[in-house]
């Protein structure tokens, strides 16, 4: 059997003005995805008949990707990610099972971080109608922390450079990391779910509308990019109370931005007082808040008892890799 772990993402700064060409700073977690293939006698999926259509990442993988045509496959998917919450649930499932069958059709070869980052940024295009940024794809493959930009970013060291023919038409990105300072060992995130799945797609519909409705408001994407930056260099250097800093004033920026939700506030504000930075993750609108702190216990406690689902993880975990 082929076995191979992906992790998730948690976006610590630069949502939505990723989308107008500013960077974001995604960090991988110890949450993520597990894939396990063998040989069988009929395809399936975690016990069931594999049906294609309805898993469109897993059918992209194998048969556009690998164009796999060997005996039939019992797949097998265990995932503690909360899905369709901001967190890269088929990101991680599409990097873990690309892993996971390049394993089973190579034992005892390598794994290329970089080629299964590109296998899974063409998954969740073909599963979103050609339409997806490589963040979630590139730090669950790479691990770490991860800067996607429209252009070089100072002070990281730059990965590799993507591009996606979109409806919109083509779109370039360039993937960089940044090394993660040992005093970052010591802190942790803790994610708030909200109980409520994040549509990507409407908000950032919404944040254009309100752009175009209200021209001045491309400055709120500036400011981002500024504490983009700030929280970067922070980071960078192990400077954990600026990078709570950064964190609280980017939740500001996306609350301007109109798509924070009450229950998002709330849960920033109940992690607040054990926090060193708090903000929502991701797309807003529902997902998750994360926070950064040194006590996750008493930030877990403070988001479950404000209404959220928490979860503990430290910043910058390992990659996609074999189990
Ligand atoms: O899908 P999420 O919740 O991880 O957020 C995506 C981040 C956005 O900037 C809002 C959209 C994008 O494509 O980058």
């Not at 892993?99 to 970089?114: G, R, T």
């Not at 300072?181 to 409407?202: E, Q, R, W």
Request: hydrophobic share 40%; charged share 15%.
């Amino acid at each position: 059997m082929a076995k191979a772990f992906a992790p998730g993402k948690c976006i610590l700064f630069g949502e939505h003005a990723v989308v107008f060409g500013h960077p974001a700073v995604a960090v991988a977690i110890d949450q993520g995805v597990t894939a396990s293939v063998t040989e069988s006698s009929n395809w399936t999926l975690e016990g069931n008949r594999f049906e294609p259509s309805r898993h469109p990442h897993i059918e992209h993988i194998i048969h556009n990707v690998f164009q796999y045509e060997g005996p039939p496959l019992k797949i097998d998917i265990e995932s503690n990610l909360f899905s369709a919450a901001g967190m890269g649930s088929s990101a991680a499932l599409s990097n873990a099972l690309a892993a996971a069958l390049h394993l089973h059709i190579n034992p005892d070869s390598k794994l290329d971080q970089v080629k299964l980052a590109k296998m899974a940024h063409s998954a969740e295009a073909f599963a979103q109608k050609g339409r997806a940024s490589p963040t979630d794809s590139s730090t669950s493959a790479l691990g770490g922390c991860v800067v996607v930009s429209g252009d070089r970013v100072p002070g990281t060291i730059h990965v590799f450079d993507t591009s996606l023919n979109t409806p919109e038409g083509n779109r370039e990105w360039t993937i960089n990391t940044v090394s993660i300072p040992s005093s970052l060992n010591d802190a942790f995130l803790v994610i708030g779910f909200t109980g409520d799945t994040s549509p990507t797609g409407k908000m950032v519909a919404k944040v254009a509308k309100l752009i175009s409705n209200n021209p001045e408001m491309i400055s709120e994407m500036e400011s981002i990019s500024k504490i983009t930056t700030a929280g970067l260099t922070a980071l960078s250097v192990g400077n954990l109370d600026g990078l709570g800093l950064a964190m609280d004033a980017c939740h500001q920026r996306l609350r301007n931005l109109e798509v924070s939700t009450p229950k998002l506030d709330r849960m920033v504000e109940a992690a607040k007082p054990h926090s060193l930075g708090s903000k929502l993750t991701g797309a807003g609108g529902g997902g998750c808040m994360v926070s950064l702190t040194n006590d996750p216990t008493r930030v877990a406690e403070a988001i479950e008892i404000s209404g959220g689902t928490p979860l503990i993880t430290r910043l910058g975990t390992e990659g996609v890799r074999a189990l």
